[in-house]
Nanobody, 123 residues
Framework: QVQLVESGGGSVQAGGSLRLSCTASGYTYSMYCMAWFRQAPGKEREGVARITTGETTYYTDTVKGRFTISQDSAKNTLYLQMNSLKPEDTAMYYC?????????????????WGQGTQVTVSS
């Protein structure tokens, strides 16, 4: 089993920055990809960014140039640096892990999930 625990969420004004962290424990060596998803009230959970074990990254269009996904394998920690935040970035942010090799931003590709951390951006 793999356990994922997110931290770093909070409330910021538009234009501000936050860095989310996700610490993984358990059979982390089996992971092919890690990703961040988000879900705003009344909306579907959407993929934000993903990173492979080879450090290849992919972002959804709405966050390109503002968010950066990275990982520290030695610490089993995934990060999401979020800059130039907008009110529309307000959501619960979830860390996810894929040990089957799909490596997409499709929610169905990920079989391990954290509990989420709330990000609120005010205008």
């Amino acid at each position: 089993q793999v356990q994922l625990v997110e931290s770093g969420g909070g409330s910021v004004q538009a234009g501000g920055s936050l860095r989310l962290s996700c610490t993984a424990s358990g059979y982390t060596y089996s992971m092919y990809c890690m990703a961040w998803f988000r879900q705003a009230p009344g909306k579907e959970r959407e993929g934000v960014a993903r990173i492979t074990t080879g450090e290849t990254t992919y972002y959804t269009d709405t966050v390109k140039g503002r968010f950066t996904i990275s990982q520290d394998s030695a610490k089993n920690t995934l990060y999401l640096q979020m800059n130039s935040l907008k009110p529309e970035d307000t959501a619960m942010y979830y860390c996810a892990a894929d040990n089957r090799g799909y490596c997409s931003l499709n929610r169905a590709s990920y079989n391990y999930w954290g509990q989420g951390t709330q990000v609120t951006v005010s205008s």
